[in-house]
Structure formats: structure tokens, C-alpha cells
């Protein structure tokens, strides 16, 4: 590891998991989804043609497990072209530094995020008074303080396009962080969402358990604007995505993700937003 690069002081291995704790599914041909205990990290590229892009870099400590990932979908010698970020969070970046080092690629995030990642801002604490069940009580263990990776950082190109995804654009999906950001292939409806909507209630640990799969807002603890999350789930909304990979619970398509991004549409404040909390007006 690079002496100029490091994770926050709060930075640590969460003994948190899920029943789909190192799986990996083929959601299309070339996008497979890995699931590192309860977050979920998106491999782009085809298995045959060795061209491949990781988005998100997984749970604090993980790197290990993503690179067998890697290696037992892309074979032995595989190596993403760049590391992309939906967002700066711990459980999306937390083996940015081991992956970017032993790959030697770049690590590209919307310019809102680059403070959270050249080590110049703290994203807010977690909010433990969030009504939603156990994760979110044990939120405050999480870590929230800003990681340094300036000398591979990058930032996402102001045309939207995504560098080394010809066919994907990104789209600014505000709310759960600044700088967060989705990933959508109008050709064949393929939206990678991020946290901007997941699919599974996050905040219970029952449910990250066993994966209980529906449509929720961003994870509660860890979102500071609920008005731009709001926005943000109407925006992909409208694009009437057939395939939906979240940073957390299962894919979800055709007409199972439709009436289940209307509903929550519909019904933001009931099924995504907290009743209280201190990051609620």
C-alpha cells in the first residue's frame, strides 16, 4: 500500500454479513454482481474478452475476496481497466486502496465526491436515531471519515460518458451523498443504481440477513438530503430501467422492478424516508 494513500482514522474490518455472503450472479452477460458480506460490488466486461471494469470496491478488508472474484470470472490474469465509485461510503470503497495498488488502475467518482476521497471532508456521522432496526443502531460503528487516494483519483468526465463502459452513461443521483452517482445503458435498459435505490431494507438486520428483496430508498443512517434522494429515485424512475443492480440486495428486472420503483416513486416518504431523525427537516 502506497505510504501517501490511506483509509480514514475510523477505518475497520465490520463483522456484518448476508446469506449472500461471496456469491456472484450473472445478471447479464456482461454484468455480474458480487456480493461482499452486505454490500454488492458490479464486474463490467465478458468473460471471454478480458475487458472489464470494477464498480464500487466493497466492505473494509475485502480486497482479497474481489480480486478471487476477478480471477475465477475473468481467469487468472484479469485486470479491470479503472475502478469506478457510485459513491465514497466505507462499503463502497473500503478495498479501493489494496484493489487500485495490486491492479495498478485508476479510480474515478463524480467531482461532488472527490472531497470525501483526497482526504479534504468527513462524510456526516451515521444516525442511529433513524427508526429502522438493528443496522442502523449499530451505525455508529461505521466508518465516516474521508480516505485519501489522490494519486490514483480521478474525476468522472463532464459528458457523462464512463470511461472504459462505451455503452453506459453516468446520471448525478444526489441525495444519499453529494456526489453520487448511477450507471444507465439505454440499449438495453441496464441500470447499476448504486444506493440511490436498493433492494433490500438495509437498516434491519433481518432483512440483510436473509435478503428479503424489495424496493427501498437509499439506507437511511447514512443519507443527509432526503429531498435530493427523492429527485434522484424519480429521475432513474423515469428512464424505466428492465435490469436494476443495487449496492445492496438482489437484481431486480422486468415487471417485478417496474411496480416496485412505481411504488416506491409513489410512496417516498412512506417506504424510504425516516420519520425522525437529525438529517430530517
Not at 470503497?93 to 465526491?113: N, T
Not at 471532508?121 to 442511529?128: I, M, S, V
Not at 447514512?222 to 429527485?231: I, M, R, V
Not at 423515469?238 to 422486468?254: C, D, K, L
Amino acid at each position: 500500500m502506497a505510504a501517501s494513500m490511506h483509509y480514514g482514522d475510523d477505518y475497520k474490518y465490520l463483522p456484518v454479513t448476508s446469506k449472500e455472503n461471496g456469491k456472484g450472479v450473472e445478471v447479464l452477460t456482461d454484468l455480474y454482481q458480487y456480493t461482499v458480506q452486505i454490500v454488492n460490488v458490479v464486474f463490467y466486461g465478458r468473460p471471454d474478452d478480458g475487458d472489464l471494469v470494477l464498480i464500487d470496491a466493497g466492505m473494509p478488508k475485502s480486497s482479497e475476496k474481489i480480486i478471487e472474484a476477478a480471477k475465477e470470472r475473468f481467469g487468472e490474469n484479469s485486470k479491470p481497466k479503472a475502478i469506478i465509485l457510485t459513491h465514497g461510503h466505507f462499503d463502497h470503497v473500503g478495498a479501493v486502496i489494496e484493489l487500485s495498488e495490486h491492479w495498478d488502475v485508476p479510480v474515478y467518482a463524480h467531482k461532488l465526491e472527490l472531497p470525501y476521497l483526497n482526504g479534504m471532508k468527513d462524510y456526516q456521522a451515521p444516525d442511529p436515531s433513524v427508526y429502522g432496526g438493528m443496522v442502523a443502531k449499530m451505525s455508529p460503528m461505521f466508518p465516516h471519515a474521508g480516505i485519501d487516494i489522490t494519486e490514483r483519483l480521478h474525476e468522472l468526465p463532464a459528458d457523462g460518458s464512463v470511461p472504459y463502459m462505451p455503452d453506459f452513461e453516468w446520471v448525478h443521483t444526489p441525495g444519499h451523498a453529494e456526489g453520487h452517482v448511477s450507471f444507465y445503458r439505454e440499449k438495453d435498459k441496464a441500470l447499476i443504481a448504486g444506493d440511490a435505490f436498493i433492494t433490500v431494507k438495509q437498516d434491519s438486520l433481518y432483512n440483510v440477513l436473509t435478503q428479503e428483496k424489495n424496493i427501498y430508498g437509499p439506507p437511511r443512517y447514512f443519507t443527509a438530503d432526503w429531498e435530493a434522494a427523492q429527485a434522484s429515485v424519480e429521475k432513474l424512475a423515469s428512464v424505466n430501467p428492465e435490469i436494476a443492480i443495487t449496492g445492496h440486495g438482489q437484481p431486480m428486472t422486468g415487471n417485478e422492478l417496474a411496480e416496485a420503483l412505481d411504488k416506491l416513486v409513489n410512496n417516498f416518504d412512506e417506504i424510504a424516508k425516516p420519520d425522525s431523525g437529525k438529517y430530517i427537516e
